[in-house]
């Protein structure tokens, strides 16, 4: 009977060591990532400081804002691309989406079109976009047209 208690103590002993060592050694839980919304330019912007991209988002922001009659809080902006004369991304009006082209006129961003649905010729040819923000628009009579 001694045997047995020696036997159940040792083995309760080394269950407990390797409990400890097992919980010690997992890693720290890894925190789930938190979602966010940011806005990096895929083209530098080269005549404008690094530190004025900020300040284009919020612009825009206000921009689209203004444009559609909306609290700025209501307005979320991802600029895909932005050059010291244009920029595009999307846009979000009260949690819908869009995509939008911007230019400058007098040094403030002016929103020249933004929707769901085909660019239109008519809208933007005077502006001269970059190739890269607007490849193709769509002609009066729906056809499309490469730029």
């Not at 309760?12 to 925190?31: N, R």
Request: some cysteine; hydrophobic content about 40%.
């Amino acid at each position: 009977m001694r045997n047995i208690l020696l036997g159940f103590l040792v083995g309760a002993i080394l269950a407990t060591s390797a409990a400890v060592m097992f919980y010690q050694k997992q890693p720290d839980p890894v925190p789930t990532p938190v979602a966010t919304v940011t806005s990096m330019p895929t083209t530098p912007d080269t005549d404008l400081s690094p530190t004025l991209k900020p300040d284009n988002q919020l612009l825009l922001r206000e921009a689209l804002a203004q444009k559609h009659k909306l609290p700025i809080t209501s307005v979320s902006v991802t600029i895909k691309e932005i050059t010291s004369e244009y920029a595009s991304g999307t846009v979000l009006l009260n949690g819908e989406g869009a995509w939008f082209l911007a230019a400058k006129e007098d040094n403030d961003w002016q929103i020249v079109d933004d929707g769901n649905g085909a660019i239109l010729c008519d809208v933007v040819a005077k502006y001269n976009f970059p190739k890269s923000m607007v490849p193709e628009c769509v002609d009066k009579n729906s056809n499309p047209v490469q730029l």
